[in-house]
């Protein structure tokens, strides 16, 4: 069964291949949003996870940088279940299988951890992304982190919001199994493997993945992009029910 279930995943990433290689290059933004759109609703549905969308009591800004905590690379695609965003993501994900590719030609950006000249570079595109009206996201722990914890935010990228004069839009993301209670077979962490992660996922069953879109933060309701890091991450922190990540731990940027 997870043999058939694998294969169906691995057809469906070819056929976005395809997709990528014949139809981007001949139709519009809009179309092209759409597409990726619904090929991310059928991954997931093929990977056997759920997605509920729940807005916080407010609806999302038109214009802003989107940030969420990060557990998967299912992450990606949850979000753009919502809305098909431009990410920021490491650059190893570029060399994963067909997933690299697929990513690259859905407009993701690649940075290099730890090269300041990189973060110069991914910034400055962030900002023209933003003033064109894009929707950008990135995942500001910088790496995945266990379910029930959230790293302290890098603060880097938050300027391109400063900017940009864009709100800041938290999302907060988890999976939980039948019971409500948080999935452990969606962690991507430690030393584990692309494709170590998509067999778990396929034996663990059905999961939901939870979309929480909480209100968008101003920029001008911080004086730097640290503090508009740690406004965003203590909101994520409060939708999850998670112990904010510990202030004193000092990053890149603050």
Not at 104 to 115: D, P, V, Y
Not at 184 to 192: G, L, Q, R, T
Request: hydrophobic share 50%; glycine share 8%; aromatic share 8%.
């Amino acid at each position: 069964m997870v043999a058939f279930r694998l294969l169906r995943i691995v057809l469906h990433l070819f056929a976005g291949l395809g997709t990528c290689a014949l139809i981007f290059p001949f139709i519009d933004v809009q179309a092209r949003t759409a597409r990726i759109k619904r090929w991310s609703v059928r991954l997931l549905a093929l990977c056997g996870v759920r997605v509920q969308f729940e807005e916080a009591g407010v609806r999302e800004a038109s214009r802003a940088l989107i940030v969420s905590n990060h557990v998967s690379w299912l992450d990606i695609f949850v979000i753009n279940a919502l809305h098909p965003c431009r990410f920021v993501a490491k650059s190893d994900i570029r060399g994963w299988p067909l997933i690299g590719w697929l990513s690259e030609r859905a407009g993701t950006i690649f940075i290099s951890r730890g090269k300041l000249r990189d973060v110069r570079r991914i910034y400055q595109g962030l900002v023209a992304s933003l003033h064109a009206g894009e929707h950008v996201a990135f995942f500001p722990e910088g790496t995945t982190s266990a379910q029930g914890t959230l790293l302290p935010f890098h603060a880097n990228l938050f300027e391109a919001a400063i900017e940009a004069e864009v709100p800041v839009q938290p999302f907060a993301l988890r999976y939980v199994d039948s019971r409500g209670q948080l999935h452990p077979a969606a962690d991507f962490i430690n030393d584990m493997t692309f494709v170590q992660s998509v067999l778990t996922i396929l034996r663990a069953g059905t999961m939901t993945a939870h979309l929480i879109v909480l209100p968008p933060i101003p920029t001008g309701a911080a004086s730097h992009r640290r503090e508009l890091a740690d406004l965003a991450g203590d909101s994520i922190a409060q939708a999850l029910g998670y112990s904010a990540a510990p202030e004193h731990q000092m990053l890149p940027g603050r």
